[in-house]
């Protein structure tokens, strides 16, 4: 993926909305208030669906606010330029979005007592999901094949570099008070107990029919239906008619595209660049 896209500090970012000065910028200059709320992701690991249920969340159920605003006004990419200057002129507490990796993330975000959630999800399907969405975008370099994209992937040539390196970068804050790290596979399985984790670390109280609207108005169908959080308005602006945020939503969908000597490799890497951190954090394992 290394010919088209925009290049900083040495990771690769899209070739759209990107500039190496705004990510100067933002490292350097953004400031954060203690009351924004940020989600921290590898792109591809359930981003979207985190950010809709949060922002169901802080409007109690109420699900106006995600059937009225796009998903990247609601939550902007601080690292894109236009998220960048949505986020600074805005008022009062924020909703921010990020896939940057620990080195290029805003100073400002560590010395402040803002409540990040870290989402993980299993690098196989993070792969896989990656894969298909990438083709049907005009603002990277497209892999001719899955086999091009697994070399690609396991190399840290893809956008926002390493996943191996995103995961160990963030993870060293996850002892941290204000930092929640939660994972896909377990909000798939027991999303109302995820929910409420989100909940209980916001600091927000919902009633019974509150929260079922959170669950309902965040399922997989729903998403896919709100034009507001589908990717759909971004159809024939860098996005293919074929093009699709919101592909399977399954858990372990890698096992139906990668060959056994792929999920070899993949293994025999997880295990030499994760084997020092708790296992558990990588409950797909
Ligand atoms: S992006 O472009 O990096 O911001 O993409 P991101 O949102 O991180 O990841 C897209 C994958 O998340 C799945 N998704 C969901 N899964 C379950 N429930 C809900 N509500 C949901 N919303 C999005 C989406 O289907 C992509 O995964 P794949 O495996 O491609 O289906």
Known sequence: MSEKGIWFEGILFP???FSPDILKEVKEEFTF????VLIVTFPKSGTN???ETVCLILSKGDPNWIQSVPIWERSPWIESSSGYTMLKNKEGPRL???HLPIQLFPSSFFKSKVKMIYFIRNPRDVFVSGYFFWRSTNFVRRPESLEEYFEWFIQGN???GSWFDHIRGWLSMRDKENVLVLNYEEMKQDTRGTVGKICQFLGKKLEPEELNSVLENSSFQAMKGNAMSNY???KGVCLED????LRKGSPGDWKNYLTVAQAETFDKLFREKMADLPQELFPWQ
């Open 158 to 160: 893809v956008l926002y």
């Open 242 to 245: 074929n093009g699709c945020l």
């Open 33 to 36: 208030k203690d009351e924004d």
């Open 232 to 234: 759909s308005l971004l």
């Open 96 to 98: 921010v979005t990020s």
């Open 49 to 51: 669906w985190l950010i």
């Open 15 to 17: 070739d759209l909305d």
